[in-house]
């Protein structure tokens, strides 16, 4: 997936905001909580997103992707693509639209009624 169709997925998700940060990277948030972040040098992509208890176990050992660099040694349960032509672009679609249900779900009741987001919605159980 190349950097247009990452901040084009990301953008059509509800409630998005969208900032460059860490030198250079394109960083995804709801809420002003982050759900995926792109790096690109060249032709080569880096997509990091949060992932569920399971899915971080089974995602972390698949062709292609790998615990997040900084994040998932401090804990956390991301996962980063690192070679994206190991992984359809209808998957990483999929794992970035259940980052952003997930981060969204975190939010306090009254942040995601503001954003318009539908509390009713559960995250994905992967």
Same mark, same amino acid.
């Given at each position: 997936?190349? #950097?247009?169709?990452?901040?084009?997925? *990301?953008?059509?998700?509800? $409630?998005?905001? !969208? =900032? +460059?940060?860490?030198?250079?990277?394109? =960083?995804?948030? &709801?809420?002003?909580? =982050? /759900?995926?972040?792109?790096?690109?040098?060249? #032709?080569?992509? /880096?997509?990091?997103?949060k992932?569920?208890?399971?899915?971080?176990?089974?995602?972390?050992?698949?062709?292609?992707?790998?615990?997040a660099?900084?994040?998932?040694?401090?804990?956390?349960?991301?996962?980063?693509? !690192?070679? *994206?032509? $190991? &992984?359809?672009?209808?998957?990483? #679609?999929? !794992?970035?639209?259940?980052? !952003?249900? @997930? +981060?969204a779900?975190?939010?306090? @009741? #009254?942040? @995601? @009624?503001?954003?318009?987001?539908?509390? $009713?919605?559960?995250?994905?159980?992967?």
């Amino acid at each position: 997936m190349q #950097r247009a169709a990452f901040n084009a997925f *990301c953008r059509r998700l509800p $409630a998005t905001t !969208h =900032v +460059v940060q860490w030198g250079g990277a394109e =960083v995804w948030k &709801v809420g002003g909580k =982050v /759900f995926a972040i792109g790096w690109f040098e060249g #032709r080569e992509a /880096f997509l990091t997103f949060k992932a569920g208890e399971i899915g971080y176990e089974i995602l972390k050992s698949q062709p292609g992707m790998r615990p997040a660099p900084y994040l998932a040694s401090r804990g956390l349960k991301w996962i980063q693509i !690192h070679e *994206c032509a $190991a &992984v359809p672009a209808a998957e990483i #679609r999929a !794992h970035l639209r259940g980052s !952003h249900a @997930r +981060v969204a779900a975190g939010l306090p @009741r #009254r942040t @995601r @009624r503001a954003l318009g987001l539908d509390e $009713a919605t559960p995250p994905d159980a992967g």
